[in-house]
């Protein structure tokens, strides 16, 4: 089994708000990640978390704030959004391999992010 | 630093026609590199992974990629597209000698009858 859930799947949220993604895998995985895709666009690597540690954070604004409560868990919570962060936010989560570049990395279904 | 470049934005062939998506690779040394597919609204799947082992590599859906060194490319073909197969294809390669995955910018293929 590969797979990575996400919730929700769709969420519409004010700029003043603060709300939550939520990402959960059952494979064992140690590594987890958050992309962020804008339509038509390849998806652009915001944060990894390696074995529950922040391990690469892609230079993203503070108002997204990653959370790694344990290995099968992953959190993204939002505050004081602006419309352009728009987009669909995937999660994905691999071995954790020492080698980094042959750890196949397996994809949730996205949360699509409305902000207004 | 390791990239990929797919040709060819928007590809249309017709159903039961070859499907070739051309991805180029640009690396000092052979690298790892993936096939994603990603269906409208959906999360991305993976297809396929060249990890040395073998220079030809066998995905899922009838997809299949070759490893070409002299070329340094990794195109995607599939013998006869289906109207299933429409769907924007991912290239994509580690970069920075970690865990970073650095995706292509995309080929939106559709299938006509």
């Known amino acids: 089994d590969t797979e990575v859930t996400q919730t929700p799947k769709h969420l519409v949220m004010g700029m003043t708000n603060k709300k939550s993604l939520k990402c959960e895998q059952h494979?064992?995985?140690?590594?987890m990640y958050w992309y962020k895709q804008k339509a038509k666009k390849p998806p652009e690597l915001m944060f990894v978390?390696?074995?529950?540690?922040?391990?690469i954070n892609e230079s993203v604004p503070s108002r997204f704030s990653p959370e790694c409560p344990n290995s099968s868990l992953l959190n993204l919570h939002l505050h004081a959004l602006q419309p352009e962060d728009s987009a669909l936010y995937l999660c994905?989560?691999?071995?954790?391999?020492?080698?980094?570049?042959?750890?196949?990395?397996?994809f949730g279904p996205g949360t699509r992010l409305t902000v207004l | 630093a390791q990239s990929v470049t797919q040709l060819g934005s928007h590809v249309s062939v017709s159903e039961g026609a070859l499907v070739l998506l051309r991805c180029n690779y640009s690396?000092?040394?052979?690298?790892?590199l993936f096939w994603y597919v990603q269906y409208p609204n959906q999360g991305l799947q993976l297809l396929l992974k060249?990890?040395?082992?073998?220079?030809l590599v066998k995905g899922i859906n009838g997809f299949e990629a070759e490893f070409k060194k002299s070329e340094t490319s990794f195109h995607l073909t599939k013998p006869s597209a289906h109207m299933s197969d429409a769907a924007e294809y991912f290239c994509?390669?580690?970069?920075?000698?970690?865990?970073?995955?650095?995706f292509g910018t995309g080929t939106q293929l559709k299938v006509e009858l």
């Open positions: 994905a989560s691999s071995q954790g391999l020492r080698r980094g570049d042959t750890d196949t990395q397996y």
């Open positions: 494979m064992g995985h140690r590594a």
């Open positions: 978390y390696s074995y529950e540690k922040l391990s």
């Open positions: 690396s000092s040394v052979p690298p790892y």
């Open positions: 060249y990890t040395s082992a073998a220079t």
């Open positions: 994509a390669v580690f970069t920075g000698g970690g865990n970073k995955l650095t």
